[in-house]
């Protein structure tokens, strides 16, 4: 996820604060993370989630897109976005965007293993 | 306030009382006496609990700058890290196990951080080993058996200022414990030596004051510390025995309430020491920085001595006004605290022979960072009441970046001495402002309101609103490219002579700034060069108020008047309303509000509120990607290409020159890979400056990168984009093998798909190809005194045709 030892253990504190409930906490971690490094896709797509997990689905959505924004042709990342941005497209009543979204993410994630093999 | 005497206080409560019977009359006055007294004693205690009390609750809210992230791997030097450190206060100190003290050490420093409570949970102090190469942080260790990793540390984030209670009265508070101990060795040796034993008063002080007072002499001294709090508490000029008698009594109440440790805490933040116009100088912290522009942990022995001698009289030992007399005066605070040895005799020997150091013009404020400082406060008005902020004791912690603040500052104020210099400007007639804002998080690292960024004055980062001229034309080109069929970065705009006529305004005929028309153009050369007529072509064909209703979305409320000159920027903006607009085309079409504000806390550490980052897709990512490399064409070849005088071609930077009529307004708007900037300069009273955007704001902005050291610009390509061979002079698509062309972003699908043979540029010759770096970047050498020679008027001047073959190897040479 990064090569950079500070921004993985504010990564370990951000898991840490989120598994806790505190996901504001999660949240400021992840920020200070980013300012040390703001084109790492994996932040913004935990920063995506931790936003998931808070009910702030407009906010996730955007998140989860400015993660793919840095993450050309890393299709595993790809298809947790999409998920991310499926499951806050349910929440927020769009049934048919969500489920676009879930084919796309279905589709990224065999892209991604077929590219393991 | 002023106190009513005993006397006439006595008198009004028993008007009627006249002695007729001596026995019983003796009896009963006693009675009344005592019943009398006890309840002016109550009066008293409660008058001067009220004032102790207001006094010490009025907690200011406290703004800090951001903290420093010091890890292995960052962009950090020694002295960024010693010049941080020392405006945290640290002292250099041969065995760094105190907090906030370090040692150099042969490549790097050993120090001990400070325990500070974060919005996330305290942080212990930690011995620290840091080494430094090339730049970077290449080791980071705790001190112990054995040394240890840290992965990551967080210094305290500087106080950068406070929000203050009253009108005309600022306060910089102090805690008895950021006290240093030679002010209150120098005090308590000067003004009260005694005052950790008695109780508020000294009798044989006050023995000598009556006596003085009985015999007609003056009334005076022997007051104690506690006494002289209470006077300051109640200033007046009164100097009668019953005012002398309140004091007493209120000096014994202090005491019989507060411990010595209060009562010192307060006299400190509360003894006046001087007068600013209309402020009262109240307090050692408040003091300090007025005298010497420095925190009160900061200042030397005999500066400390300087501003204990003051106590005695502010107005007879002013140091700016009366100098020899505060320096005997200090002298002789220095004397004393030797003679009873609380300083050395050499301690004593050389601080005696140090000159009063006072900075000559008092700051006008505590925050070194005024303009910084206001912006914070207006965004709190919005979510606080105003008593909440100056009496709660809020800890707001902000964005600024110490560092990039004083790149910022030194700019302004180098290169607006220098342009006025160099072109015979009279000095101190031009003005600036620069916000440089992180790309991606949109938080606000640097803001300058003015040259003279240390005295809160005018704002013009953010209360001015000037014609942004060309900076307005990216929303045009913008527009343009998110219409694929139609607009590509080659399609030949129309540059010939446009007249336009509108109902409600004039005639209207665009120039261009070289006064010449340029017949066809490529969309890309167009605004590289910023030519007006093309561009206002351009905007009228898109329709003027579908362009301008772009702006509201990119995050300017201000809305333009729908005419086509607003399509030229004739309408005002402030520079933080511009650093905005840009910042959306540097995050790709992701609009983040620009933030101050981190998190606002509590006096005893809850997080009251956080302010987190919020990203809103405002613009698609492919438009914006080839928006990004027409601006950067604009530093390349156009307009922008002095600014190579400062940042090399490596660092890709995008930006903008903007020049408003008869050259009142130079602006420069651009980004990096992590930062954006915007940089205006002008007159107050909007005089022409004879500058355009290249000659003037644009070369703060490089000075200011320079320093700063970006990183380069390289956007992901987004998937809708894809890069063709294109000729850069015809705009012919070549095969992808072909090396005469340069590659050119294109939304697919929108290239030319016509494929030309390449003979004929294949011949170009090699050593073209090579090296072609014009002329403004072989003046390298002294960029802030050549810069002046190339000015950007002749890189606007260039006639389309003659730039043309020196723009081929351009592009080839940064594209290939």
């Known amino acids: 996820m990064s090569a950079n030892r500070a921004v993985l253990a504010l990564l370990d504190h951000a898991e840490l604060d989120s598994k806790a409930g505190k996901r504001d906490a999660a949240g400021a971690s992840l920020e200070r993370a980013l300012r040390i490094e703001p084109r790492n896709p994996w932040l913004w797509l935990q920063l995506a989630q931790v936003r998931l997990a808070q009910g702030q689905y407009a906010q996730a959505i955007t998140l989860a897109r400015k993660a793919n924004s840095f993450a050309a042709r890393n299709y595993r990342l790809q298809a947790d976005s999409w998920q991310v941005i499926a499951q806050s497209r349910v929440a927020l009543g769009d049934t048919a965007g969500a489920e676009q979204a879930y084919k796309l993410a279905a589709d990224l994630a065999l892209q991604a293993r077929a590219e393991q093999h | ?816």
């Not at chain 2, 004032?51 to 420093?68: C, I, M, Q, W």
């Not at chain 2, 900061?298 to 001595?305: K, T």
């Not at chain 2, 160099?422 to 040259?451: C, F, Y």
Request: overall charge neutral; proline content about 7%.
């Open chain 2, 1 to 816: 306030m002023k106190l009513p005497s005993l006397v006439s206080a006595w008198n009004r409560l028993f008007p009627h009382l006249k002695p007729r019977m001596p026995g019983k009359a003796v009896r009963v006055v006693a009675l009344l006496l005592l019943l009398g007294l006890s309840g002016y004693i109550y009066y008293l205690d409660t008058t001067i609990r009220e004032a102790f009390e207001g006094r010490k609750f009025a907690l200011p809210a406290r703004v800090y700058g951001r903290a420093l992230e010091v890890y292995a791997g960052a962009k950090l030097t020694r002295e960024q890290l010693l010049e941080e450190l020392k405006g945290l206060g640290y002292h250099e100190n041969p065995e760094p196990q105190e907090p906030a003290t370090y040692k150099l050490t042969l490549t790097g420093l050993d120090f001990t951080s400070r325990a500070f409570v974060f919005t996330d949970g305290p942080q212990p102090s930690q011995h620290l080993r840091i080494e430094f190469n090339e730049g970077t942080v290449s080791l980071l260790q705790e001190h112990g058996t054995p040394d240890v990793d840290v992965p990551l540390l967080r210094l305290e984030p500087p106080l950068i200022g406070g929000i203050y209670p009253g009108h005309n009265e600022d306060r910089d508070l102090v805690r008895l414990d950021q006290v240093p101990k030679t002010l209150i060795d120098a005090l308590i040796t000067t003004e009260d030596r005694k005052f950790y034993t008695h109780w508020g008063i000294d009798p044989r002080g006050i023995a000598r004051a009556v006596f003085k007072t009985v015999s007609g002499q003056r009334i005076e001294g022997g007051s104690t510390l506690t006494q002289q709090l209470v006077k300051n508490f109640f200033l007046t000029s009164e100097r009668t025995l019953s005012r002398k008698a309140n004091e007493v009594l209120m000096s014994l109440l202090l005491e019989l309430h507060y411990s010595k440790d209060e009562i010192l805490e307060t006299y400190l933040n509360e003894i006046f020491l001087g007068q600013d116009a209309s402020r009262a100088i109240h307090g050692f912290g408040l003091a300090s920085h007025f005298y010497f522009d420095r925190p009160l942990d900061r200042l030397e022995l005999q500066e400390v001595a300087t501003l204990v001698g003051m106590v005695k009289g502010p107005a007879v030992y002013d140091p700016r006004k009366k100098p020899e007399l505060t320096l005997e005066r200090r002298n002789l605070v220095l004397k004393e605290m030797a003679a009873l040895n609380v300083i050395t005799q050499s301690q004593f020997l050389a601080a005696r022979n140090k000159p009063l150091g006072v900075v000559q013009r008092a700051p006008t404020g505590t925050s070194p960072y005024p303009a910084f400082l206001q912006f914070v406060h207006r965004q709190l008005q919005r979510d606080y009441r105003e008593e909440d902020l100056r009496s709660e004791g809020l800890r707001i912690f902000t964005t600024l970046d110490p560092l990039v603040q004083r790149q910022a500052e030194a700019a302004v104020q180098m290169r607006l001495g220098a342009i006025e210099k160099a072109r015979k400007i009279s000095p101190n007639t031009l003005e600036g402002a620069v916000v440089v804002s992180s790309t991606q998080t949109g938080e606000i690292q640097a803001l300058v309101g003015g040259r003279e960024a240390r005295f809160a004055g005018f704002n013009r980062a953010v209360d001015t609103q000037r014609p942004i001229g060309s900076l307005v034309k990216p929303i045009i080109y913008l527009s343009a490219l998110e219409d694929p069929v139609h607009y590509t970065l080659i399609t030949p705009l129309d540059d010939s002579p446009l007249l336009w006529r509108q109902p409600g305004t004039s005639d209207w005929k665009p120039q261009n700034y070289d006064r010449k028309f340029h017949d066809q153009v490529q969309l890309r050369t167009a605004l590289a060069h910023s030519y007006n007529v093309s561009t206002a072509r351009l905007g009228i064909n898109l329709g003027i108020e579908r362009v301008l209703d772009k702006l509201p979305r990119f995050g300017i409320e201000h809305q333009p008047a729908p005419f086509a000159s607003s399509l030229l920027g004739a309408f005002g903006l402030a520079p933080v309303e511009v650093a905005q607009l840009y910042q959306t085309f540097a995050d790709g079409g992701f609009r983040t509000p620009l933030r101050a504000i981190r998190s606002i806390v509590t006096a005893d550490g809850k997080t009251l509120q956080r302010y987190p980052l919020n990203v809103e897709p405002v613009a698609a990512a492919g438009p914006v990607y080839l928006l990004t490399a027409a601006l950067q064409g604009v530093v390349r070849e156009g307009t922008g290409q002095p600014l190579l005088n400062w940042l090399p071609p490596e660092i890709k930077a995008a930006g903008k020159t903007g020049t408003t009529d008869d050259l009142r307004d130079s602006w420069f708007a651009g980004y990096t890979g992590d930062r954006v900037a915007v940089v205006w300069v002008g007159r107050d009273d909007n005089k022409p400056t004879g500058l355009t955007g290249a000659s003037g704001a644009m070369t703060v902005w490089g000075e200011m990168m320079k320093n700063i050291q970006p990183e380069p610009l390289e956007p992901v390509m987004p998937e809708d984009v894809e890069l063709v061979n294109i000729d850069p002079a015809s705009g012919v698509r070549y095969d992808d093998s072909c090396k005469g062309g340069v590659p050119l972003p294109f939304i697919k699908g929108s290239a030319p798909t016509e494929i030309t043979p390449c003979a004929v540029l294949a011949e170009v010759p090699k050593s073209s190809t090579v090296e072609v770096i014009p002329a403004a970047v072989k003046t390298e050498a002294k960029p802030g005194v050549k810069a002046e020679v190339v000015p950007a008027a002749k890189a606007e001047a260039k006639s389309g045709s003659k730039a043309e073959p020196e723009k081929k190897n351009w592009l080839q040479r940064l594209f290939n």
